[in-house]
């Protein structure tokens, strides 16, 4: 996944699939570390697989999710209908959706703030430009 307003570039399935293969052995490494134990290179390119299987499955389901609804775009609600057979991802992707929608309200409120004061600034300026001009007339 990447972050919000970050364009997403498009790779090609051998790529990606090298990429998810890397990501796992990585992981597979840090539990092995932390759990004293070893995996297998063949048990991590079948975790690999897997993994690379299942995220297939859920990028078409999340596709017929917005589909269903008549809509071009995945949403939240999409993934979190996705997610719905585990309580606690479900969980997990509620609390982070509201953290991200709460952190994009205050953004939108800093905005908003900021562009009234810039506006009140401009006015009052444009209103000292005003008195200057209308002294100066009648200096003249």
Known sequence: LSSPG??????????LRAAVHYTVGRLCQDVAEDK??????????????MTFRQCETFAKDLEMF??????????TEDVKLLA???????????????????SNMEQKEKKKKKSSVSKAGRTS????????ES?????A
């Open 6 to 15: 970050r364009a997403l570039t498009p790779l090609s399935p051998q790529r």
């Open 36 to 49: 004293q134990m070893q995996f297998s290179k063949q048990s991590v390119a079948a975790i690999a697989e």
């Open 66 to 75: 917005a589909r269903h609804a008549k809509r071009s775009t995945i949403t």
């Open 84 to 102: 719905r057979r585990s309580n606690s991802l479900l969980k997990y992707i509620t609390q982070k959706s509201e953290e991200l929608a709460s």
């Open 125 to 132: 300026g444009e209103q000292e430009a005003t008195v200057s």
């Open 135 to 139: 002294e100066d007339s009648n200096m």
